[in-house]
């Protein structure tokens, strides 16, 4: 059974620093063959694409609103793919949630067309 797990979210001041992490199990031995979407919703906001990042790790995007402040990176190794956010924001209080998907070569738009995803961490960033 395959399972994503996001950790490292966290109540932080604006301008602080957090780093998420998702692990996925069940599938170790095809982890570097998926594809890797960080999303996040807010309260009575529809779940929207934060960054995403390919197999290798070479091909990352991100939305415009995290530009320059937020990093994703992948370490086949550990099964692991990081979202490291710098200059948080009040704006980037949301429920953070890892997509993973096996069979396409990019990330996909809509959230619901991956095969797995996590249950979500919590991140909220006070003024």
């Known amino acids: 059974q395959v399972q994503l797990v996001e950790s490292g979210g966290g109540l932080v001041q604006a301008g602080g620093s957090l780093k998420l992490s998702c692990t996925v199990s069940?599938?170790?031995?095809?982890?570097?063959?998926?594809?890797i979407g960080w999303y996040r919703q807010a309260p009575g906001k529809q779940r929207e694409l934060v960054a995403g990042?390919?197999?290798?790790?070479?091909?990352?995007d991100y939305a415009d609103s995290v530009k320059g402040r937020f990093t994703i990176s992948r370490d086949n190794t550990k099964n692991t793919v990081y979202l490291q956010m710098n200059d948080l924001k009040p704006e980037d209080t949301a429920v953070y949630y890892c997509?993973?998907?096996?069979?396409?070569?990019?990330?996909?738009?809509?959230?619901?067309?991956?095969?797995?995803w996590g249950q979500g961490t919590q991140v909220t960033v006070s003024s």
């Open positions: 997509h993973a998907d096996w069979r396409s070569m990019w990330y996909l738009k809509n959230p619901h067309d991956y095969d797995y």
């Open positions: 069940g599938r170790a031995d095809t982890f570097s063959t998926n594809v």
């Open positions: 990042i390919n197999t290798s790790g070479e091909r990352t």
